[in-house]
């Protein structure tokens, strides 16, 4: 199947600093990509959706200018977290839609705000 | 109401018996229905996906979907203490995708 690559897989960092997460599509182009935050024991949730060449598309109650997603080529979206604070210390996952409907998942990064 | 339900869970099963779950949705429209698997930690997998009304079986898994009722069902039969995993059932809107909270299964040895 497609292939999607999250990098870093787990990331420490401090509060107030910011982290970069990539998101790769390997064997395909990918105009979309989604990115989503998953708490413990809770379901994916939404955050985004990545437009190639254009503006991100913000789901309901997350900042835009905290989480800044850029999404520069056809293999390729970014996910900035800036300013980060322990509560946003979650699991953040990508993916992308081959064809379809059809999504395939990144790795997934596991983030940890100290 | 949330978009797309699943039975809460946990789900607790003997090795070799069959484990079922259920998910509905509210949006009379959606058109394609996927299972996935999560393990602890790590981020979902696709196992299963179906279009159409009626079964689909691939291996131990059917997959079943009935859009009058909008639901949509997942059996793993002769369950294994590798599936031991939380299953999310997600619907296809638009332009994204819907999941539910997800029913966590443990295949007890």
């Known amino acids: 199947g497609a292939v999607v690559s999250q990098h870093p897989s787990r990331v420490i960092c401090k509060s107030g600093t910011s982290v970069k997460i990539e998101c790769r599509s390997l064997?395909?182009?990918?105009?979309?990509m989604f990115w989503y935050r998953q708490f413990p024991k809770q379901s994916l949730m939404l955050m985004a959706t990545?437009?190639?060449?254009?503006?991100?598309?913000?789901e309901q109650g997350v900042e835009k200018d905290k989480f800044l997603i850029n999404h520069a080529s056809l293999t390729l979206s970014t996910l900035t977290v800036t300013s980060a604070h322990p509560e946003d210390s979650s699991f953040y996952i990508c993916?992308?839609?081959?064809?379809?409907?059809?999504?395939?998942f990144g790795q997934g990064t596991r983030l940890t705000v100290v | 109401q949330k978009e797309v339900e699943q039975n809460s869970g946990p789900l607790s099963v003997p090795e070799g018996a069959i484990a079922s779950l259920n998910c509905t949705y509210s949006?009379?429209?959606?058109?394609?229905f996927f299972w996935y698997r999560q393990y602890s930690g790590k981020s979902p997998e696709l196992i299963m996906f179906?279009?159409?009304?009626g079964d689909k079986e691939d291996g131990r898994f059917t997959a079943q979907l009935n859009k009058a009722s909008q639901y949509v069902s997942l059996l793993i039969r002769d369950s294994q203490p590798s599936d031991s995993a939380t299953y999310l059932c997600?619907?296809?809107?638009?332009?994204?995708?819907?999941f539910g909270a997800g029913t966590t299964v443990t295949v007890r040895a």
């Open positions: 064997d395909f182009q990918a105009t979309t």
């Open positions: 990545s437009n190639e060449g254009s503006k991100a598309t913000y």
């Open positions: 949006d009379r429209g959606s058109q394609s």
């Open positions: 993916s992308a839609h081959l064809g379809g409907t059809e999504a395939f």
């Open positions: 997600a619907v296809s809107g638009l332009d994204k995708l819907s």
């Open positions: 179906i279009y159409s009304n």
